[in-house]
């Protein structure tokens, strides 16, 4: 069984979580690198297949208060886990299904979007290892595969971010990104904590990217559960190793 606090002190228990009550509590759980292991590139990661049944049944659990918040795009996020009919958050928050509707940010499909994104291709096109992933509401230039080219990474989308207003450059797990300003977990999470439902509720955040940390910081001031997976510093009071680690806590809560 994985370790819970309970009776033992925080510093005996490596990797413990709080007991949690579930009639209180809303889950927001981040997808690359805590419900699935990360990969060199946005579209080789592995699904574990009994995810989608596993995220419905908890969410089930919950009453609907279980929420998977993502940097991908939404359609992108929603193929990955087929069968799952919950509450997603994609784009960092410029995207959400809610109750089986869909809403995005203005932004969406916008021309200045597409032009970012082939001005980010046509930087890949002569960039070896460089990969574009684009978004309904940014791009991001990866170079997890050329991780020598960062500086060159950086200084291209830099130049990007200060040429176009409206967006805002944040960087990611050897990722650059342009997102809509504004636009973050933290303020999505905040939105659906105010909801009918979730509010008075006690949120719990796993996440793994520096990405995630102000939401992260935002759910431990609020009295909630901030876990962070992997390696790293964070803000975050608990920390867990892995995604596997997460499929197995979130298993064990349909146990209780
Ligand atoms: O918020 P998340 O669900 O964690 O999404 C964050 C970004 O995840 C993806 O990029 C990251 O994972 C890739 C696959 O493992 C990896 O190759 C890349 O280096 C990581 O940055 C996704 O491609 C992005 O769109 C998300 O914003």
Known sequence: MIGFVDDRTESECEHCLPILNLATTSFFLDFDGVLCDLADTPDS?????????????????????????????????????????????????????????????KIAGAEMVERLGDMVEAFCATHAGMLCERKPTGVVLHFRKAEREAGRAYDFMRALDNSHEGFSLHHAKMAYELRPTGVSK??????????????????????????????????????????????????????VPDPAF???????????
């Open 45 to 105: 990661i592995e699904v574990d297949p009994k995810l989608p049944a596993l995220l419905t049944k908890l969410s089930d659990r919950v009453e609907g208060r279980l929420v998977v918040v993502s940097g991908r795009g939404i359609d992108d996020l929603a193929a990955r886990l087929p069968g799952f009919r919950g509450t997603l958050i994609a784009g960092h928050g410029a995207e959400e299904r809610i109750a089986g509707r869909m809403h995005r940010h």
């Open 246 to 256: 997460v499929r197995s806590f979130l298993s064990e809560q349909l146990g209780r």
């Open 186 to 239: 933290e303020a999505a999470i905040r939105r659906v904590m105010d909801r009918e439902g979730f509010y008075g509720t006690k949120p719990v955040f796993f996440g793994d990217d520096a990405t995630d940390e102000p939401a992260l910081s935002w759910v431990g001031a609020r009295g909630g559960i901030a876990v962070k997976v992997g390696e790293g510093d964070t803000v975050a009071r608990y920390r």
